[in-house]
């Protein structure tokens, strides 16, 4: 299995604390966001790799987080080239250019993930129900949105955890699940890509890639359990602070 989490975005919601540094890279219990992350992604079994993808503007700053880390595995950072909000690729494509990278192999398996997730998931559990039926999986919350707008997804489910519903940001909600930006897929992501994106797939939201795939193909979803934050906006950053380690206030 191999990792890739997303980081090239511009946070431009989170300025003036993301204005001159990257959101995955802002502190919460005295550590940045993207250490969390690559804690729990480290953890999985048969781990070859992980690549965090990142944009010109802020590629140096990665570098130098990855300078200072003793990783288990392989860490590359990768420049998709963009440098605004105006040129970039999206999460789906930045996903697409670094599976154009050299290295990849025909069975690896992929672990996507946003660089904003703080959870405190155990991500083995859901790789064995990913390795038992090795289908695209996604991981998803229970939420109270029936009948309404929601700017997450709805996501609506069979009793054998089978995906039958998923909408990115409907206006009106029918399910109580939502996903989060977690994902594993297995080798046929490449192609499931390159189909995509010869449909005219939006290269934005990882939600919209899914959302067609569940048309495509079978997909499937695990429940999560434990603390989690999609560290958006102000409000939830600070929300998570005051939840680790008393790191209110620190950037």
Known sequence: MRAIL????????????????????????????????????????????????TNHRFAEHFQRWAEQLDCAVPLRIVDDGTTSEDDRLGAIGDIAFVLEQPGAEPDDSWLVAAGDNLLELDLRTVQREFAAKPAPRILVRDVDHTGGPSPY????????????????????????????????????????????????????????FVEWLCREEAVYASPMSGRWFDIGSHETLEEARREFDGAQGSN
């Open 6 to 53: 997303l980081a090239a975005g511009y946070a431009t919601r989170l300025y003036p604390l993301t204005r001159d540094r990257p959101k995955p890279l802002l502190e919460v219990g005295g550590r940045p966001l993207l250490d969390h992350l690559l804690d729990r992604v480290l953890e999985l079994d048969g781990l070859r790799d992980v690549t965090v993808v």
């Open 153 to 208: 997804n709805d996501v609506l489910l069979d009793d054998d955890g089978r995906v039958v519903g998923f909408t990115e940001k409907p206006k009106r909600a029918e399910g109580k699940h939502a996903a989060i930006a977690v994902y594993f897929f297995p080798p046929s992501l490449p192609g499931l890509l390159e189909r995509y994106f010869a449909q005219g797939g939006n290269p934005d939201a990882p939600g919209y």
